[in-house]
């Protein structure tokens, strides 16, 4: 005969539903195979101080960029890693857990596959006290490597870098500086803490 239509639909379960009885060869109902058109994006989520602590059960959201439309909320596991399917696309995303600063990250252009080391991990930093200050530096993907120098004290006397890793000023009150994290490859960061 002619041409035939069928109509399928695809529940947020992956399984298809509708007229698959009469689809000639066609997916038994409830065969879980329907997935949305997208890329799986896997990250981790660390403290800004100690790369080596993964933080397990933070919240990473995902939106459109230039809108709130979430497009998929996941949380780590014991090893700080998520994965989320993203719809291809330009995403904004931002990490969360209780006793760390909110963290928004972004724009993060999927169009393929994405893993740690392609701009899907994030450091948080613990909420700190009033009048300490944390610097977190990251970088794209040129250069490989950036280093943070930290000048401080009464005539920027003092420095904190990879050479020197901490530091203080008795003239400047007090001030203690310390280069808590050298991220040596991929897009940071690098961690100093001003107490």
């Known amino acids: ?34 997935k949305k058109a997208g890329y799986d994006v896997i990250g981790r ?17 995902f939106t459109e960029n230039g809108t709130n439309n979430e497009v998929a909320i996941v949380y780590t596991d014991r090893l700080g890693m ?15 857990l209780s006793g760390y600063i909110t963290r928004e990250k972004g724009p993060l252009v999927v169009a393929g596959p994405l893993v740690p080391g392609q701009g899907t991990s994030v450091a948080l930093s613990k ?8 610097v977190i530096l990251n970088w794209g993907h040129k250069p490989q490597d950036l280093d943070s120098y930290t000048e401080f004290g009464c005539g920027l006397d003092q420095t904190v870098s990879t050479s020197a890793r901490t530091g203080a000023s008795e003239r400047a009150g007090g001030l203690t500086v310390s280069l808590d994290r050298d991220a040596a490859l991929g897009l940071g960061p690098e961690t100093t803490t001003i107490r």
């Open 127 to 134: 909420t700190l006290p009033p009048d300490d200050w944390r």
């Open 45 to 61: 989520v660390t403290d800004a101080e100690d790369g080596k602590l993964f933080l397990a059960d933070a919240k990473v959201t």
């Open 1 to 34: 005969g002619g041409d035939a239509s069928y109509q399928i639909t695809c529940q947020a379960s992956g399984d298809l539903t509708g007229m698959l009885d009469t689809i000639p060869g066609g997916p038994p109902r409830g065969s879980g195979i329907c």
């Open 82 to 96: 998520y994965q989320a399917r993203l719809p291809p696309g330009v995403v904004m995303y931002k990490a969360e």
